[in-house]
């Protein structure tokens, strides 16, 4: 059973960056899709960005798209998300997940079978 590490997140002021990691821990690791989720206090988890594991496509939430970019390496198996010019909206616990239903879409929380344990991002104003 794969498990996803999250990595990199941290306080940071307005304006700021920060870049996200997250390695699977099975040797071999070939998922169809992979996306970063994010969920804040009181909210519920909404999605950031998605990426294509073999041919690297992406997609953003409009929330962030121009700001925030994802990527993977998949000789290291593992996955980022680059966050620039960070608000403090952009507060909250940050999970990487695996899809694993394709019919559900990509953005919901419920195509996503495995997920990390959560980095926490904080931006202070």
């Known amino acids: 059973q794969v498990q996803l590490v999250e990595s990199g997140g941290g306080a940071v002021q307005a304006g700021g960056s920060l870049r996200l990691s997250c390695a699977a821990s099975?040797?071999?690791?070939?998922?169809?899709?992979m996306a970063w989720f994010r969920q804040a206090p009181g909210k519920e988890r909404e999605f950031v960005a998605r990426?294509?594991?073999?041919?690297?496509?992406?997609g953003y939430a409009d929330s962030v798209k121009g700001r925030f970019m994802i990527s993977r390496d998949k000789v290291k198996n593992t996955m980022y998300l680059q966050m620039n010019s960070l608000k403090p909206e952009d507060t909250a616990v940050y999970y990487c997940?695996?899809?694993?239903?394709?019919?559900?879409?990509?953005?919901?929380?419920?195509?996503?079978?495995?997920w990390g344990q959560g980095t926490q991002v904080t931006v202070s104003s």
């Open positions: 997940a695996r899809r694993g239903d394709y019919y559900r879409p990509s953005n919901s929380p419920l195509a996503y079978d495995f």
């Open positions: 990426i294509t594991w073999s041919d690297g496509n992406t």
């Open positions: 099975t040797r071999t690791f070939s998922p169809a899709a």
